[in-house]
């Protein structure tokens, strides 16, 4: 070997040693597939914030005019008040949890992180997280309290919580959004030193700014995560929900809160080097200046992130624009952290911004039409309802011989006007342009009078409406769906409820209803009207039917309920179309499990393509839980709504009158049975298939009871027309 070539080895060696260092002693990320590089997250909470406050504080207002903007549901149980607790444990935990604080608050030990140099900074540990495990283990089973503490551990990531909410007693209650399973949280500064006694402020204490801000910078020096617990804010919501003042002083004392928080957040973004450090602001709880409108759980969300452009935020949670979901926080906070949030098994969806030079003025508009249709829903239903009971009393008193209350004409027009109203309702409201909305409400009440008087004039002439009309409701829905127009959500029947949080998008059951009620009805009148044969109406019906089902869908946002009973509809309705004859209940029956069964399948499939839909969720949690307690859990959850349905009016009323109709004329009247059977084939078949399809969405969905009510009116308003014209002697 030469005396060059020795050379060059002890010049290579060093250096391969010291890349060997450098190598060995960079940062490593737990999978290897996440680059993180050194980015931060602070988590600023705002209690009782509104969409309004944005404009009326000048940090807020510009900070949104640079951020994503949009709204978030707190919502922590859809028939339930939300409490402070319920709000950080369900960001916290990632799932929708209710509990009940306790009397004297939760519980901290601190003590001091031995090394940090940061005299007022702690360890901080929540004594009642042995509780909560429990609580959580009994109700919760298949779910871990403190997720994002316990994640954030399991990636290394530091976690910090700096803030005090006291009122008269200690409140901890954003210990349950930062801490993990052990009720850890590494760092963090809660102690009363924070405040400053003063008597303007609710419970005569206010945040000292300066002080707040010096614990953040000390934090953000060891933490990765810091979380902000603003409590001016938290105190004026203890103070509302204690009844302590009245709605003006209430307006006051938030107004005064929320100065001070603006003053903070001035002082934190001109202090804080955001080039890698994204700013969530958010409100575990519903807005507070709200108290007359409907809006009681949406309230506003800004993400800053200085590599992203101003615009609106979104979610795959809810597939609304400007609307995300407090599930949705986890995600989110990891996403911006550089890891990949669907590893980590969220229920919820990490938020993105879609660019936009006016997203305060979107998300605003969004909110005003979210309002419109939910106060119009009450409109909507009543008037339905109405008809509906008007219609049943009047024909059916008759029909059975005990009272005449109206003319054959007018109760055919009661009938008719029932079916003209959810297919006007829909049409009407979906065209409209906001400025006009309760215009074209009124012009579809109008439209509908027209249609019930003009069409009523005989049976022939009110069936035959009632086909028309079903035909329009189907094809509607069915167009609406399939092509993903948004103007289904615009309509008070098609709008699934943002604001109870249940289900943000697809079909809800009020819609199922009607489409499966119009399909079925509106195929058997045309095949038989055109007079076609038996193969074609199999075959056209089965083209059909299998859109409808489409529609049903989880990856379209149905539920599995409405998925079982859109299957279940078409393959009984299919049969009757084949053998021209009703079916025996061993068919039905062994059609239900069959579908039931599909229904597994599909939802293990979608599981496997990467459990994007609600189905394909619940199936990985089934395989990674244990089909027992995740079972159950289900099974309680839908039981218990199921059983607030079945009780609560006026839906339940009107689904058991109909119910009462069908068996008196399927097992106690059968001179009815037989003439329609013989005068009227084709509804007589329909209303076969009607029937069924209604039981089992009534059986397969929690809030079935409406959709099989509405169901049933394409079995109970053609068969009272049929018979408006027989004087009864039948």
């Not at 005396?3 to 391969?16: D, E, F, G, H, S």
Request: glycine share 8%; proline share 4%.
């Amino acid at each position: 070997m030469g005396l060059l070539q020795k050379n060059k080895i002890k010049i290579m060696l060093p250096v391969m040693a010291v890349m060997i260092i450098l190598l060995l002693s960079a940062p490593v990320t737990v999978n290897g597939s996440e680059d993180t590089d050194g980015r931060k997250v602070v988590v600023f909470l705002l209690d009782g914030l509104s969409l309004s406050d944005l404009d009326n504080f000048p940090n807020l207002k510009d900070l949104a005019d640079h951020s994503g903007v949009g709204l978030i549901n707190t919502r922590t149980k859809s028939l339930t008040t939300v409490n402070r607790a319920s709000g950080y444990l369900t960001m916290g935990m990632g799932v929708r949890t209710q509990v009940e604080e306790p009397a004297g608050g939760y519980k901290i030990d601190s003590s001091p992180v031995e090394g940090s140099g940061q005299r007022s900074i702690s360890t901080l540990r929540n004594v009642d997280s042995e509780v909560l495990n429990e609580i959580v283990y009994r109700n919760y089973p298949n779910y871990t309290l403190g997720k994002i503490g316990e994640l954030a551990k399991q990636y290394g990531i530091k976690v910090a919580l700096v803030g005090n909410s006291d009122t008269d007693r200690p409140d901890n209650d954003a210990t349950l959004l930062a801490m993990d399973k052990s009720g850890l949280i590494p760092f963090g500064n809660t102690s009363p030193s924070l405040l400053v006694k003063d008597s303007q402020y609710a419970w005569g204490s206010r945040t000292n700014p300066e002080k707040l801000l010096n614990s953040t910078l000390e934090v953000l020096t060891l933490s990765d995560l810091t979380f902000i617990d603003f409590g001016d804010t938290a105190r004026v919501s203890a103070a509302v929900k204690r009844d302590l003042y009245d709605h003006e002083q209430i307006m006051e004392l938030k107004s005064q809160a929320l100065t001070n928080a603006d003053f903070f957040l001035g002082r934190l973004l001109k202090t804080v080097d955001w080039q890698k450090t994204v700013l969530i602001i958010v409100s575990p709880t519903p807005p507070l200046n709200e108290p007359a409108m409907v809006n009681n759980s949406l309230a506003p969300i800004i993400i800053y992130d200085k590599n992203q452009a101003p615009g609106v935020l979104n979610s795959n949670t809810t597939r609304r624009t400007g609307l995300a979901a407090n599930i949705d926080i986890g995600p989110t906070i990891f996403a911006k952290l550089g890891y990949d949030p669907e590893k980590m098994n969220f229920i919820g969806e990490s938020i993105t911004t879609l660019p936009s030079s006016d997203n305060l003025g979107i998300v605003a508009n969004n909110l005003d039409e979210f309002v419109r249709v939910k106060t119009s829903r009450y409109i909507v239903h009543g008037i339905y309802v109405t008809l509906l009971l008007a219609a049943l009393i009047t024909l059916y008193l008759t029909i059975f011989k005990l009272h005449t209350m109206v003319s054959p004409r007018i109760m055919r027009a009661l009938a008719v006007m029932t079916i003209a109203w959810p297919a006007a309702a829909l049409l009407a409201t979906a065209a409209a342009q906001a400025q006009l909305y309760y215009l074209y409400l009124a012009l579809a009440c109008l439209l509908t009078v027209l249609l019930g008087w003009f069409l009523s004039k005989t049976s022939a002439a009110a069936v035959a409406g009632m086909g028309w009309l079903s035909l329009s409701t189907a094809l509607f829905l069915l167009i609406v769906t399939l092509i993903g127009l948004g103007s289904l959500y615009n309509t008070p029947l098609g709008f699934n409820d943002v604001f109870s949080g249940g289900r943000y998008y697809g079909m809800n059951n009020d819609c199922m209803g009607l489409l499966l009620g119009s399909t079925v009805f509106a195929m058997f009148y045309w095949f038989h009207r055109i007079g076609l044969k038996r193969p074609l109406r199999v075959i056209i019906g089965l083209a059909w039917l299998l859109a409808v089902i489409l529609t049903q869908t989880p990856g379209l946002g149905a539920n599995v309920g409405g998925t079982i009973a859109a299957m279940t509809t078409g393959v009984v309705t299919l049969m009757i179309l084949a053998f021209n004859r009703p079916l025996q209940k061993r068919w039905v029956v062994a059609t239900v499990a069959l579908v039931f069964t599909v229904e597994l399948g599909i939802a293990y499939f979608d599981y496997l393509n990467g459990s994007q839909t609600h189905a394909g969720k619940v199936w990985g949690a089934l395989l990674s839980e244990g089909f027992g307690t995740k079972f159950a859990e289900i099974l309680k959850s839908k039981l218990s709504l199921f059983g607030v349905m079945l009780i609560l009016p006026p839906w339940n009323i009107l689904f058991g009158a109909e119910l009462y109709i069908c068996f008196l004329i399927k097992q106690k009247m059968q001179h009815i049975r037989g003439f329609v059977e013989k005068s009227h084939p084709a509804q007589f078949n329909s209303f076969e298939a009607i029937f069924y399809s209604g039981i089992v969405a009534f059986a397969f969905n929690d809030t079935g009871i409406i959709a099989t009510a509405i169901i049933f009116t394409y079995l109970t308003m053609p068969l009272a027309a049929v018979l408006s014209e027989c004087k009864f002697n039948i």
